[in-house]
C-alpha cells in the first residue's frame, strides 16, 4: 500500500514558479512510475508529467514542456515538480499518482494510488 501527499501549492503570479513536492510511504514506492495530473473547474483531468522508477525517462504533456521539469529522490521518497514561467491556465488542482505497474504513463487509468492533490493558483 502507498499513501502519497501533495505540497508546495498556492497562489503565484504569472511568469512565476512554484515547487511541488509528492512524498510517498511505502518501501516499494521508489520502484514505481510516478505521474502529476491535474484538474481545473470544469474541466476532465489531465496529463502533466512522469518519470520512470530509475528517472531515466521523464515524459510531458506539450502544454508544459520547456516550462515544467519532473524529478525524483528514491532515498527519500519523493517526486517534485517545478514549475516555471506559470500561466493562468496552469491554475488547477495539481495531483501525484503511482503506478505500481510501470507502464503508465500519460493514462491515468494505468496509475494505483492517488493523492489528495494541492491547489495551484496562478492570477494574470
Known amino acids: 500500500q502507498v499513501q502519497l501527499v501533495e505540497s508546495g501549492g498556492g497562489l503565484v503570479q504569472a511568469g512565476g514558479s512554484l515547487r511541488l513536492s509528492c512524498a510517498a510511504s511505502g518501501r516499494d514506492f521508489p520502484y514505481y512510475t510516478v505521474g502529476w495530473f491535474r484538474q481545473a473547474p470544469g474541466k476532465e483531468r489531465e496529463f502533466v508529467a512522469a518519470i520512470t522508477w530509475t528517472g531515466r525517462s521523464t515524459y510531458y504533456a506539450d502544454s508544459v514542456k520547456g516550462r515544467f521539469t519532473i524529478s525524483r529522490d528514491n532515498t527519500k521518497n519523493t517526486v517534485s515538480l517545478q514549475m516555471n514561467n506559470l500561466k493562468a491556465e496552469d491554475t488547477a488542482v495539481y495531483s501525484c499518482?503511482?503506478?505500481?505497474?510501470?507502464?503508465?504513463?500519460?493514462?491515468?487509468?494505468?496509475?494505483?494510488?492517488w493523492g489528495q492533490g494541492t491547489q495551484v493558483t496562478v492570477s494574470s
Open positions: 499518482a503511482a503506478d505500481a505497474g510501470g507502464s503508465g504513463t500519460r493514462d491515468q487509468n494505468e496509475y494505483d494510488y
